[in-house]
């Protein structure tokens, strides 16, 4: 079955950094485009980052480009996303999961979770 695994997170100081990391496993994860979602605690999912499966082209939500950077490991099947200058606003739990796209829609299928992995900007 297909299984993503999010791990990296914790308590962190405003200004530090952390990495997540996402072990995916029962699919081509080389195939696939890629995402990093986070749901802030009393508010609805929000976007974070994607990349393409070919890990050429990425993309940020405006509340995080500069600061945190997506990338892949297809060889180990691997998702991460590197966090840095880290802020209270992005206290969340972190999902990776698959994007698909189907041609004729401007948005994509969010169609695979993992079961998050908390992350906590605090003093």
């Known amino acids: 079955e297909v299984q993503l695994v999010e791990s990296g997170g914790g308590l962190v100081q405003p200004g530090g950094s952390l990495r997540l990391s996402c072990a995916a496993s029962?699919?081509?994860?080389?195939?696939?485009?890629m995402s990093w979602v986070r749901q802030a605690p009393g508010k609805g999912p929000d976007w974070v980052s994607s990349?393409?499966?070919?890990?050429?082209?990425?993309y940020y939500a405006d509340s995080v480009k500069g600061r945190f950077t997506i990338s892949r490991d297809d060889a180990k099947n691997t998702l991460y996303l590197q966090m840095n200058s880290l802020k209270p606003e992005d206290t969340a739990v972190y999902y990776c999961?698959?994007?698909?796209?189907?041609?004729?829609?401007?948005?994509?299928?969010?169609?695979?979770w993992g079961q998050g992995t908390q992350v906590t900007v605090s003093s």
């Open positions: 029962g699919f081509t994860f080389g195939s696939y485009d």
């Open positions: 990349i393409d499966s070919a890990g050429g082209r990425r």
């Open positions: 999961t698959t994007e698909r796209w189907e041609v004729g829609v401007d948005r994509p299928k969010y169609d695979y």
